[in-house]
């Protein structure tokens, strides 16, 4: 079933956070799994803005509401990173992977560098030694 085949009242029942009436039960019953997939989505949604208003999720950002601390300490911790992320096969490998391969002192600068921009909170245990 597509998007533009979703009955938006069964979507309203699906959604609603009170106690269901036996049209909605009924309705929840009926429900194609689109409609379920698309009335999770929504309900993930809501939850998140809410757990994000109260302060308990970090709120959704996107790379342009990176701040200069931020921007300057991801570029620190890339131009450490680049003399190894740059060669063939580890390409596809993720900030956290390559630092598990680089020397220790460069990836504890990388850490230095992700928590002074607010990526990070701690120091890991390999790196307090130092």
């Known amino acids: 079933m597509a998007d533009s085949e979703l009955r938006p009242e069964v979507l309203a029942d699906l959604t609603r956070a009170r106690g269901l009436s036996t049209e909605q039960g009924n309705?929840?019953?009926d429900a194609s799994p689109a409609e379920r997939e698309a009335?999770?989505?929504l309900l993930l949604e809501r939850t998140r803005d809410m757990l994000e208003q109260?302060?308990?999720?970090?709120?959704?950002?996107?790379?342009?509401?990176?701040?200069?601390?931020?921007?300057?300490?991801?570029?620190?911790a890339f131009g450490i990173a680049l003399r190894w992320w740059n060669q063939s096969g580890?390409?596809?490998?993720?900030?956290g992977g390559i630092c598990k391969v680089l020397p220790a002192d460069q990836a504890a600068l990388?850490?230095?560098f992700l928590?002074?921009?607010?990526?990070?909170?701690e120091i890991p245990p390999e790196a307090e030694g130092e």
């Open 115 to 121: 928590i002074m921009g607010g990526w990070l909170t």
């Open 27 to 29: 309705a929840l019953l």
């Open 90 to 95: 580890w390409r596809d490998q993720s900030l």
């Open 39 to 41: 009335a999770s989505r």
């Open 110 to 112: 990388i850490h230095r």
């Open 54 to 76: 109260a302060g308990v999720l970090p709120a959704q950002r996107s790379v342009l509401d990176l701040d200069f601390n931020q921007a300057a300490s991801l570029a620190a």
